[in-house]
């Protein structure tokens, strides 16, 4: 069974935010909700890198192992989704996780967050595939589908990539390769002080 992983290529991303974009109209996101947004470090300095985050749907999700009400589960192709029907908006998943994922459509007084929201990996939740219920909790279920998240899809540059991990570390390997990198990689001789290989 293939495992679905995430990656994106900050020698790629250009910071234009199509995948935050897509993401949003494709599942109708509520306002104030990202699902997914583009962080960059360095900005307009030399070294400036850009980075698509989203739910990284990791292998031992921190989410999962701190909600007290186990609203969490994980699929066959080890995507990390969520129950909002069992969700009590107590904020644990989002000080848990080190990406930001888990996100609240409301602050009010004495922590009324609403139930949370993250990015499902376009695979939806745990109603019947792709029934107008499912879509209204969590958006288009496009693994049902067969197709992959479209914010990687729509990715010009593509940088971000989604789908099996093992082909996604493949594609990504080609690139290093290609561009020249291994132990001249970037940053190499400014950890060391002296050229790569010298």
């Given amino acids: 069974m293939a495992r679905m992983?995430?990656?994106c290529d900050a020698?790629?991303?250009i910071e234009c935010n199509a995948c935050v974009t897509a993401c949003k109209n494709e599942h109708e996101v509520p306002w104030g909700i990202n699902r997914r947004r583009v962080v960059t470090i360095n900005d307009g300095k030399p070294g400036e890198r850009s980075i698509s985050m989203a739910c990284m749907h990791c292998t031992d999700a921190p989410c999962m192992a701190?909600?007290?009400v186990d609203c969490f589960y994980k699929t066959a192709e080890g995507v990390v989704l969520h129950s909002k029907d069992l969700c009590i908006g107590c904020g644990y998943c989002f000080y848990a996780c080190p990406f930001?994922?888990?996100q609240y459509p409301q602050?009010?007084?004495f922590g009324s967050r609403g139930k949370m929201d993250k990015c499902t990996f376009c695979a939806g939740g745990p109603e019947d595939d792709m029934t107008p219920?499912?879509?209204e909790k969590y958006g288009a279920n496009r693994l049902a589908e067969g197709k992959l998240p479209l914010c990687a899809e729509m990715c010009s540059t593509k940088a971000l990539l989604a789908g099996?991990?093992?082909i996604i570390a493949d594609i990504y390997r080609e690139r290093v390769v290609r561009r020249g990198y291994g132990s001249g990689a970037w940053g190499w001789s400014t950890a060391y002080r002296d050229r790569a290989g010298a």
């Fill in 5 to 7: 992983k995430f990656l």
């Fill in 11 to 13: 020698e790629r991303c």
């Fill in 66 to 68: 701190v909600c007290p």
């Fill in 100 to 102: 930001g994922a888990p």
């Fill in 107 to 109: 602050v009010g007084n």
């Fill in 133 to 135: 219920i499912e879509y």
């Fill in 164 to 166: 099996d991990g093992d």
